[in-house]
């Protein structure tokens, strides 16, 4: 599965359609098949998951005992919107217009990539988050990840991570 990485702006055409970036194109994996599913997120905002990436998400979802309110309830909200995209011969994404309405996208799009998925913003939303960055992105960062021990190193995870000379001793702080 791919890890995608970028922030690309795009632009929805008449009928509702995006390009999917070539730099963008370029980080699927070929178990993706051009499939897509698109969602609401849990913000503003649109999430746009590569097919296998949902496949392993409905399969997480799957083992919640669908006896339990909240989690029934979770659920439904979880694939409140959720629709299969395929991209067009063009490379172009068809997104519902009831999505779009969701999201408050009119016509320019950000797409931020990250992980397994691709969040679709509206562009003036998008700007306003990150200018609402907290003052102390640093210790927000502490906060996260500061008690995380850094992930071991191995083939499997980090294809070609060997490939790279180590780090001397004098360069490490």
């Known amino acids: 599965m791919a890890h995608f990485l970028g922030e690309f702006e795009c632009r929805l055409d008449a009928k509702a359609r995006i390009a999917l970036?070539?730099?963008?194109?370029?980080?699927?994996?070929?178990?993706?098949?051009?499939?897509?599913?698109?969602?609401?997120?849990?913000?503003?905002?649109?999430?746009?998951?590569?097919?296998?990436?949902?496949?392993?998400?409905s399969?997480?979802?799957?083992?919640?005992?669908?006896?339990?309110?909240?989690?029934?309830?979770?659920?439904?909200?979880?694939h409140r919107g959720a629709t299969e995209l395929e991209l067009d011969a063009s490379g172009r994404l068809l997104l519902p217009r009831r999505l779009l309405d969701?999201?408050?996208?009119?016509?320019?799009?950000?797409?931020?990539?990250?992980?397994?998925?691709?969040?679709c913003w509206d562009a003036t939303l998008y700007d306003h988050l990150l200018s609402s960055e907290p003052a102390d992105f640093a210790r927000l960062a502490e906060e996260i990840m500061g008690d995380?021990?850094?992930?071991?190193?191995?083939?499997?995870?980090?294809?070609?991570?060997?490939?790279?000379?180590?780090?001397?001793?004098?360069?490490r702080h």
């Open 148 to 171: 995380s021990e850094p992930p071991e190193m191995d083939d499997e995870r980090f294809p070609g991570f060997r490939d790279f000379p180590p780090v001397p001793p004098s360069a």
């Open 21 to 57: 970036p070539a730099a963008l194109r370029k980080q699927l994996s070929p178990e993706v098949e051009d499939r897509f599913v698109v969602n609401r997120g849990f913000e503003q905002h649109l999430t746009l998951y590569p097919f296998p990436e949902w496949r392993r998400i």
């Open 59 to 78: 399969a997480e979802l799957n083992r919640l005992n669908l006896y339990v309110k909240k989690n029934r309830d979770f659920v439904r909200y979880f």
């Open 102 to 119: 969701y999201a408050g996208i009119q016509d320019s799009i950000i797409l931020l990539a990250y992980a397994h998925r691709i969040e």
